[in-house]
C-alpha cells in the first residue's frame, strides 16, 4: 500500500476507497490482536494528570489551543494499538479533540485532515460538492444532538 506522505494521488474513486478500507481494517486488525492481551485500565492520580497537562503547556496537543476547565489524558499510542497507561504515553488534549482523533492509526489521521480541509475550502468557495456536504453535515450534526438531548 502506498503512503500518503508519498505524494501519490490516486487513479480513480475506486482505488482512493481501496486505499480508505485497507487503513481502516489495518487499524481494526491491530485492535483485534491487542484485545487478546489481558490489560486494564488504570485511573490517573492528580498529580500525574498535572504532569501530564504541563508537558503541553497547558495546551490540546491535537489543536494546539488553550486548555482552561475540563480536559482529557490522551494515549500517544491508543490503549486498543497496544498503548500502555503511563504518564510519557498520555497528552493533554480537548474532550472534543480527543473524541474525534478517536483511535485512528497515524496515516488514517493524517489523510482525514487532509479530505477535512479539502472539503473546508469547498465550503468556504460554495461549490456544488461544499454546499451539499455543508447541508449533510448541519443534518447530521442536528441528528446527533438530538440523539444526545434524548440520553
Not at 70 to 85: E, F, N, P, T
Not at 92 to 111: G, K, L, S, T
Not at 125 to 134: D, L
Request: aromatic residues 8%; hydrophobic residues 30%; charged residues 35%.
Amino acid at each position: 500500500m502506498k503512503n500518503m506522505r508519498d505524494n501519490w494521488i490516486p487513479g480513480s474513486i475506486e482505488e482512493y476507497r481501496e486505499y480508505l478500507l485497507n487503513l481502516h481494517r489495518e487499524r481494526k486488525e491491530t485492535k483485534t490482536r491487542n484485545r487478546t492481551v489481558e490489560r486494564r485500565r488504570k485511573s490517573l492520580t492528580l498529580k500525574g494528570r498535572r504532569q501530564i497537562l504541563d508537558k503541553t503547556g497547558s495546551k490540546c496537543h491535537i489543536c494546539g489551543g488553550e486548555i482552561h476547565g475540563h480536559w482529557q489524558a490522551d494515549h500517544v499510542l491508543a490503549h486498543s494499538g497496544g498503548g500502555v497507561h503511563s504518564t510519557d504515553n498520555y497528552l493533554a488534549a480537548h474532550p472534543m479533540c480527543n473524541n474525534y482523533r478517536w483511535d485512528y492509526i497515524a496515516e488514517e489521521f493524517q489523510e482525514i485532515l487532509r479530505l477535512g480541509v479539502w472539503l473546508r475550502t469547498q465550503i468556504e468557495r460554495a461549490t456544488q460538492v461544499g454546499r451539499f456536504a455543508a447541508d449533510e453535515f448541519i443534518k447530521h450534526e442536528k441528528r446527533r444532538l438530538a440523539r444526545r438531548k434524548q440520553e
